[in-house]
């Protein structure tokens, strides 16, 4: 006979801890957006990516999306800020789509293909 080793499933962890992390991570944030306010040039677009980051692991779509869109907008070039908004552009038509809301698919396809077009502009040198 075979035995096979069955692996231990992990649960999940707490809610509770769960919401202390988002706690954590927006408070984090708040800081950070204090620190932007006096923040320039290259620090700025750091605390910009920064944000977004800690809005994105809080779960909080809406401010990442700022943050990050923000980042791009004062320095075009691909990274975390990119493959993070792609996600988040995804999960908001997703979410459009799931809701039957054409206008805010459409929105976010938009949103999407310019995204694809900044990439592609970034590799060519154009931006």
């Not at 809005?55 to 980042?71: L, P």
């Not at 075009?76 to 988040?88: P, Q, W």
């Amino acid at each position: 006979m075979f035995f096979f080793n069955k692996k231990k499933k992990e649960t999940a962890a707490p809610k509770e801890a769960q919401k202390v992390d988002k706690e954590e991570l927006l408070k984090t944030a708040a800081q950070k957006e204090t620190e932007l306010e006096n923040a320039k040039d290259e620090d700025r677009v750091q605390l910009l990516n920064e944000l977004g980051s800690l809005y994105f692991q809080a779960e909080e779509t809406d401010q990442a999306i700022f943050y990050y869109e923000s980042s791009l907008k004062e320095s075009k070039e691909l990274g975390k800020a990119y493959t993070d908004l792609m996600k988040l552009y995804n999960k908001k038509r997703q979410e459009a789509q799931e809701a039957k809301d054409e206008e805010q698919v459409k929105l976010y396809m938009d949103k999407i293909s310019e995204l694809m077009t900044l990439s592609k502009d970034v590799i060519r040198g154009k931006a």
